[in-house]
């Protein structure tokens, strides 16, 4: 993320301390069925000084993970406070090393006290199933 101006990379390297508000932004993907550009709103986490798109507790299939598994190359998009749109391109976490240490972070960060409006997972078991995948922000052509 060096390649980044700084007011972009400090918007993503959020903190523990971020709310719910500056987790959410927007992603472009193409449909896997459709081939059209489609938008959808979801949130980002930090963890191990990495960008991941995480399902959330639930587990249950989502179309940004199974169109992101078609056309990993994406535009992320902040929305609030700085307003970007990134090159991006994810690729699904699948050790399990890695999956326990990520959820195991996100799931930590979200218990803060901070925010009140965080959403508030108390259980690191409840998380296990959820879909995860990991951000590399691109350079622009």
């Keep these: 993320m060096s390649h980044l101006p700084d007011p972009i990379r400090r918007a ?3 903190t523990p301390a971020a709310g ?9 993907t ?13 949130f980002f986490y930090r963890a191990a000084g990495t960008t991941y798109l995480c399902s959330g507790a639930s587990g249950a299939a989502t179309d940004w993970r199974a169109n992101l598994l078609a056309n990993p190359n994406f535009t992320f998009h902040l ?5 970007a749109d ?5 690729t699904l976490v699948t050790g399990p ?3 326990q240490a990520v959820l195991a972070e996100i799931v930590a ?3 803060q006290p901070h925010d009140p409006g965080t ?11 959820s879909r995860l995948m990991r951000i590399s922000f691109r350079h622009r052509s």
């Design 30 to 42: 193409l449909g896997r069925r459709t081939g059209r550009p489609r938008r959808i709103e979801i």
């Design 79 to 83: 929305k609030n406070g700085i307003r």
């Design 20 to 28: 719910t508000r500056e987790r959410v932004i927007d992603i472009t």
């Design 97 to 99: 090393a890695e999956r």
């Design 12 to 14: 993503i390297e959020i």
């Design 86 to 90: 990134l090159p991006a391109r994810a």
């Design 109 to 111: 960060d979200l218990n």
């Design 119 to 129: 959403i508030r997972p108390t259980r690191l078991e409840d998380w296990a199933d």
